[in-house]
Antibody
Framework: EVHLAESGGGLVQPGGSLRLSCAAS????????MQWVRQGPGKGLVWVSQ????????NYADSVKGRFTISRDNTKSTVDLHMSSLRAEDTAVYFC?????????????WGQGIQVTVTS | DIVMTQSPESLAVSLGERATIHCKSS????????????LAWYQQKAGQSPRLLIY???IRESGVPDRFSGSGSGTDFTLTINSVQAEDVAVYYC?????????FGQGTKVDIK
């Protein structure tokens, strides 16, 4: 069974940093593109970033470009999101998401999500 | 970025009735070879993470009940829930995955009347 478990969320002050991690199991991690998607309080879904299966290429939403960095370790089946220069508007539940093997950019399994709150 | 616009924002239907949700993309999400539209639908129940329902406009993900169906072409797409059940109460999102960034509609909340 596919399982995605996020960790590392919490409360942080504006301008601070936080590192989210996602531990994957139940599938061949190194074959899948991985994504982070966030959802602000009472809001909809917003794609944040994704990284290819081999880790060689990544993409970012304009709102986080230059502040967030996605990385992965295929030996440990983990994908991280390093967030810096955090702003109040980054407050959200962050979901670790698996990309479909057969349909590029479609998100076929989601973690339970982890809360990130940016406040002074 | 491709903007996805859903309507209505919310709807309430009686058990067993049909629910129809519309999604419009700001530009075509059609990829020529195979004439596939890069359009997916997700369901998010309260307090849960989203679940993929449909991709390529009309292909149901494994395990999704056949009362859920998708259709559309060009820039206009529809999710239909035939014979709505109590467990279908959720927010539904369309998403285009034609381009980076993948973008979602704002969501449509489905309730029971």
């Amino acid at each position: 069974e596919v399982h995605l478990a996020e960790s590392g969320g919490g409360l942080v002050q504006p301008g601070g940093s936080l590192r989210l991690s996602c531990a994957a199991s139940g599938f061949t991690f190194s074959s899948h593109l991985m994504q982070w998607v966030r959802q602000g309080p009472g809001k909809g879904l917003v794609w944040v970033s994704q990284i290819t299966s081999d880790g060689r290429s990544s993409n970012y939403a304009d709102s986080v470009k230059g502040r967030f960095t996605i990385s992965r370790d295929n030996t440990k089946s983990t994908v991280d999101l390093h967030m810096s220069s955090l702003r109040a508007e980054d407050t959200a539940v962050y979901f670790c998401v698996r990309g479909s093997l057969s349909v590029r950019n479609v998100s076929d399994h989601w973690g339970q999500g982890i809360q990130v709150t940016v406040t002074s | 970025d491709i903007v996805m616009t859903q309507s209505p924002e919310s709807l309430a239907v009686s058990l067993g009735e049909r629910a129809t949700i519309h999604c419009k993309s700001s530009q075509s999400v059609l990829f020529g070879p195979g004439d596939k539209h890069y359009l997916a639908w997700y369901q998010q129940k309260a307090g849960q993470s989203p679940r993929l329902l449909i991709y390529w406009t009309s292909i149901r993900e494994s395990g999704v009940p056949d009362r859920f169906s998708g259709s559309g072409s060009g820039t206009d797409f529809t999710l239909t829930i035939n014979s709505v059940q109590a467990e279908d109460v959720a927010v539904y999102y369309c998403q285009q995955y034609f381009d980076i960034p993948p973008t979602f509609g704002q969501g449509t909340k489905v309730d029971i009347k």
